[in-house]
């Protein structure tokens, strides 16, 4: 057997390059319910089970900062390591509880462009005398 599953489309090339990609991840999160940033990501049910398109804005003091990306993955039990992977352009795109969840860095473009004005990004505690030091 080959692994293909004749049943399963396939994706047109053009979608893979990193132009295509990125229109992709804008076009969902400018669509996306935005998560209920007062609630704690580390309890069992910040996010419930569901087919939505959610959108998740965590803290970052530069484009770059990856952190709170790290932090939020661990609450949600995405993964627990020491380094972020599957990040594109500060963006994490996963599958959780049935949405299809985007954790989106505040610096980056997508939340700079995005995140609505009202919303507060996600800080983990785990990191609160670091975050406390900046202000």
């Not at 007062?38 to 069992?44: K, L, V």
Request: with cysteine; proline share 4%; charged share 25%.
């Amino acid at each position: 057997s080959s692994g293909i599953n004749a049943e399963w489309p396939l994706r047109p090339g053009d979608m893979l390059g990193p132009k295509s990609y990125s229109d992709l991840i804008a076009d969902l999160i400018a669509h996306a319910k935005v998560v209920d940033h007062t609630g704690d990501p580390c309890e069992q049910h910040f996010i419930t089970e569901g087919t939505d398109v959610l959108v998740l804005y965590y803290y970052q003091r530069d484009s770059r900062e990856s952190r709170q990306a790290l932090a939020v993955a661990g609450c949600l039990n995405l993964w627990n390591v020491d380094k972020v992977r599957g990040m594109f352009n500060g963006v994490l795109r996963t599958h959780f509880r049935g949405n299809q969840l985007l954790v989106v860095g505040s610096m980056t473009k997508y939340g700079r462009q995005f995140m609505p004005k009202n919303v507060k990004p996600i800080r983990i505690a785990k990191y609160k005398d670091e975050l406390e030091s900046e202000q």
